[in-house]
């Protein structure tokens, strides 16, 4: 743990985070900000496993590990969401949330 | 000195998040949240996980980062400001994330942890012996699973990336 640093603090920091994430993704209008604002919030939740389990359990791994597991998903995320913005952009033109309409209904 | 450190990252994890939702220039975008990743892995360093610092690193600010500039820069003319929203959207916004964030803070302060006083260092061989042991509460399923998903979402990466000029050869063949 921290030294002179509380719990308190940092899930202060990492629900801070979060929601500005939230806002992002909400406010934004392109698809690639919108996977900006989606790290965002991943890594908010990612510090909270780290350090609940530093400072709460800290003979145990799991928080570490479920936190690498979330990590290894996010990066297939990422590299799924830019293929399928990279195909939408040869069909369409644009990455513009208004102009995806053809699933839509 | 911690204090100090922890405050510092702290404001700028914070500063550069709020400048990577609204900046309405593509590039700058990432590159703030190219600055917040390498603050998560400073945290990640002051509490003494070396090891998932180096993971955060590597694979955000080293690969999630240059993926998403890539294809920022394959699908925007660099010069384009970006649309944003009404401005009573972005305020009706604000104001719910707002009270969203007095929750979750109340909520938090209104629990008592029970913080164990430790300085305990956890090495990347504690890591890699919990991840592959496969007796009770080991993580080898897990890990087995997540390695067949990367390569899933890689290849359907690829699939997806250049479905158009397959679906053409198909065509022909047939």
């Known amino acids: 743990m921290i030294p002179g640093i509380s719990i308190y603090e940092i899930l202060t920091i990492t629900s ?44 145990m791994l799991q928080g570490v590990l479920f936190s690498l597991f ?23 033109s644009s990455v513009e949330v208004k102009d995806v309409e053809t699933m839509k209904y | 000195m911690e204090r100090i450190i922890f405050y510092s990252i702290a404001l700028i994890m914070v500063v550069f998040a709020i400048a990577s939702v609204t900046s309405r220039k593509m590039l700058r975008s990432v590159i703030y949240l ?10 990640y360093f ?6 998932l610092a180096a993971i955060q690193l590597t694979v955000y600010a080293g690969g999630i980062i240059v993926l998403i500039i890539f294809s920022v820069l394959l699908v925007h003319h660099i010069e384009m400001q970006l649309e944003i929203a009404k401005l009573s959207r972005q305020i009706l916004t604000a104001v719910a994330c707002m009270v969203g964030l007095g929750i979750f803070l ?7 942890f029970n913080v ?14 919990k991840l592959l042991s496969y007796e009770a509460g080991g993580f080898i399923l897990p890990f087995e699973v997540i390695s067949v998903l990367l390569l899933a979402a890689m290849i359907g990466a690829i699939i997806i990336a250049k479905g158009a000029k397959l679906t053409g050869k198909n065509d022909k063949a047939l």
Not at chain 1, 34 to 46: G, P, T
Not at chain 2, 46 to 51: A, E, P, R, V
Not at chain 2, 116 to 129: H, K, L, M
């Open chain 1, 70 to 92: 979330i990590i290894a998903v996010a990066a297939a995320e990422t590299a799924l969401a830019v293929s399928i913005i990279i195909g939408l952009y040869r069909q369409i």
């Open chain 2, 106 to 112: 109340t909520t938090i302060y209104s629990h008592e």
């Open chain 2, 46 to 51: 002051l509490i003494d996980y070396n090891f």
């Open chain 1, 16 to 59: 801070i985070l979060f929601f500005i994430g939230v806002y992002g993704f909400i406010t934004r209008k392109n698809l690639i900000s919108i996977l900006i604002s989606v790290e965002l919030i991943l890594n908010a939740s990612v510090i909270n496993f780290v350090i609940i389990n530093k400072y709460l359990y800290p003979d």
């Open chain 2, 34 to 43: 190219l600055f917040v990743l390498c603050g998560v892995a400073g945290i």
């Open chain 2, 116 to 129: 164990v006083e430790n300085s305990r260092t956890t090495t990347t061989a504690d890591i890699g012996s």
